[in-house]
């Protein structure tokens, strides 16, 4: 039952990559002006208009000018899962998407030199929760073009702030 029930998923099922850019926005986007990056996504149908996706990435910041010369590196991982609902039919047309999952940032900073005294740079990592309501269009049965907008929970730092960004998406599915 369980493979007949796979079986006729299985021709619906559909892996995508995509192109990624993210928008830094509020306090997220003091310190970063561009994120961008690849990420894989798996959509499986469930019904007639709903999907079950999975969708992992990976992304690099570009810090503000303020702050550019202390960082050496910076990214995120996102994996989230979520909802589709199509308007009209199955992988088809618009859409609105939901998901949850997390989002794994790692900071490296430059080494600094003080009168003499070097400073070693560390990196450092920390995953959040994170949500993201968004919508998307399937323009055919290959290309899917998608905005969300990802909140990120603060961290376990006293004072940390929530981080978001406006997230755009332009898939090909296999």
Do not use: C, W
Request: aromatic share 12%.
């Amino acid at each position: 039952m369980v493979a007949l029930t796979i079986g006729g998923f299985s021709q619906d099922f559909m892996p995508s990559i995509g192109l990624e850019v993210a928008i830094p926005t509020g306090d997220f986007g003091d310190a970063y002006t561009l994120g961008y990056g690849l990420s894989a996504a798996a959509e499986l149908p469930l019904g007639d208009n709903l999907g079950v996706t999975l969708t992992a990435g990976y992304l690099l910041l570009s810090p503000d000018s303020e702050i550019k010369d202390f960082i050496k590196s910076s990214s995120m991982i996102p994996i989230q899962a979520g909802l589709k609902y199509y308007f009209s039919e199955q992988q088809s047309g618009i859409y609105a998407h939901v998901q949850v999952g997390v989002h794994s940032f790692s900071l490296t900073t430059e080494d600094f030199d003080f009168g003499g005294i070097t400073v070693k740079g560390e990196t450092t990592s920390e995953s959040n929760l994170s949500f993201a309501p968004g919508a998307g269009f399937m323009i055919n049965e290959k290309l899917d073009l998608a905005l969300r907008y990802n909140i990120i929970t603060a961290g376990s730092d006293e004072g940390a702030e929530s981080s978001s960004y406006l997230g755009f998406r332009v898939a090909y599915g296999f």
